[in-house]
T-cell receptor
């Protein structure tokens, strides 16, 4: 059963530190999504890649967040500098962009706590 | 952009009862509607989806119905079991656009 792999599973750090989260999409999937989940806001889309190209990062605070896909097997989400309000669970999802109805498959998430 | 409203936010049922969760969407061009189940501390998992050319889809105890005219779709769970307890999210998308999620429904099934 192919799965999206995210690392680390948990991260606790002090505000001001750089945080890097990694995602390995399911082999063969060409779309990658980064979501942030909080109790107040639910699931928010931060960034969306198709064939490694960023298509939509309008949900991401540009001054401190950055998302990249160095290659087809790795997506990264960085926060620098981190702030307590960034505390959330960050999910990566991948899918096949073969049409309008391709499901997204989620990883187990990174639980981020900024002290 | 698309807006998805989901209700109720919480739903408590007795084991064996049916549960219904409803979502409405704003963009009439949306044509793909998945439902995700998220257990506490776990990832959202796709449980069923429906496309706009279909009015209903069933998979064992779960079913989804879609009313394109009214722009709403619903998740139906029959013969609920305690392991159905989780947060359920609906979502909508069109073309190559991204999914817009509802705020979620916490379902609690009591033995």
């Amino acid at each position: 059963d192919a799965r999206v792999t995210q690392t680390p599973r948990d991260k606790v750090t002090e505000m001001g530190q750089e945080v890097t989260m990694r995602c390995q999409p399911i082999l063969g999937h060409n779309t990658v999504f980064w979501y942030r989940q909080t109790m107040m806001q639910g699931l928010e889309l931060l960034a969306y890649f198709r064939n490694r190209a960023p298509l939509d990062d309008s949900g991401m605070p540009k001054d401190r967040f950055s998302a990249e896909m160095p290659d087809a097997t790795l997506a990264t989400l960085k926060i620098q500098p981190s702030e307590p309000r960034d505390s959330a669970v960050y999910f990566c999802a991948s899918g096949l962009d073969g049409g309008s109805d391709q499901p997204q498959h989620f990883g187990d998430g990174t639980r981020l706590s900024i002290l | 952009g698309e807006n998805v409203e989901q209700h109720p936010s919480t739903l408590s049922v007795q084991e064996g009862d049916s549960a219904v969760i409803k979502c409405t969407y704003s963009d009439s061009a949306s044509n793909y509607f998945p439902w995700y189940k998220q257990e506490l501390g776990k990832r959202p998992q796709l449980i069923i989806d429906i496309r706009s050319n279909v009015g209903e889809k069933k998979d064992q105890r779960i079913a989804v119905t879609l009313n394109k005219t009214a722009k709403h779709f619903s998740l139906h769970i029959t013969e609920t079991q305690p392991e159905d307890s989780a947060v359920y999210f609906c979502a909508a998308s069109k073309g190559y656009s991204t999914l817009t999620f509802g705020k979620g429904t916490m379902l609690l099934v009591s033995p």
